[in-house]
């Protein structure tokens, strides 16, 4: 089974501020890797797919990266609607399952 | 646009089995869409269940696997979960969502809050 190490567990940034998480395989990926916000009481919410690709009607602010094993997810200016937990997920094809990033809480400072 | 709602009972006794609707609206379960399930215990993180096409074919977690099976009801365009054997383990809030063929790798939780079993005596 492929696991998902994700980094960090929470984190506290102001307004603004430039915000990274990161997000490592057990093994390569290719680009099958994909982001989600989840606000409490609510449905994750697909952000970036494939890597790189940003949901429809996401904020442009929202961005993804990288391929094989190594992947990281940035916004480029927080703001206060961004406060959420945030999880990467990897889908694999051999065999078919997938596996969830134990998740980022992302605080206002 | 396609809309998900999950619905069942909120309370299963220990061993026993839970069992869980997701209805589809704004599409139709014949879709290139793979049909799934994901459950997060209150406080915790994700975990992917499984999904089914509406061909039947099926793929599941493995650590779920030999208690786990999803169907689709096409005359009624949903699928369904069930879970055997239950635990406390297996509280957790339960989300239905898809992801579509050749689309993407990620899934989309279509509006549904999702719905929370709890598994108690």
């Known amino acids: 089974d492929i696991q998902m190490t994700q980094s960090p567990s929470s984190l506290s940034a102001s307004v603004g501020d430039r915000v990274t998480i990161t997000c490592q395989a057990s093994q390569d990926i290719s680009n099958y890797l994909n982001w989600y916000q989840q606000k409490p009481g609510k449905a994750p919410k697909l952000l970036i797919y494939?890597?790189?690709n940003l949901e429809t009607g996401v904020p442009s602010r929202f961005s993804g990266s990288g391929s094989g094993t190594d992947f990281t997810f940035t916004i480029s200016s927080l703001q206060p609607e961004d406060i959420a937990t945030y999880y990467c997920?990897?889908?694999?094809?051999?065999?078919?399952?997938?596996?969830f990033g134990g998740g980022t809480k992302v605080e206002i400072k | 646009q396609v809309q998900l709602q999950e619905s069942g009972p909120g309370l299963v006794k220990p061993s026993g089995t839970l069992s869980l609707t997701c209805a589809v609206s704004g599409g139709s379960i014949s879709s290139s869409n793979w049909w799934s399930w994901v459950r997060q215990p209150p406080g915790k993180g994700l975990e992917w269940i499984g999904e089914i096409y509406h061909s039947g074919s099926t793929n599941y977690n493995p650590s779920l696997k030999s208690r786990v099976t999803i169907s689709v009801d096409k005359s009624k365009n949903q699928f369904s979960l069930k879970l055997s054997s239950v635990t406390a383990a297996d509280t957790a809030v339960y989300y239905c969502a898809r992801r579509v063929l050749y689309d993407s790798s990620g899934y989309r939780f279509g509006g549904g809050q999702g719905t929370l079993v709890t598994v108690s005596s």
């Open positions: 997920q990897q889908y694999d094809n051999l065999p078919p399952s997938a596996t």
């Open positions: 494939d890597a790189s």
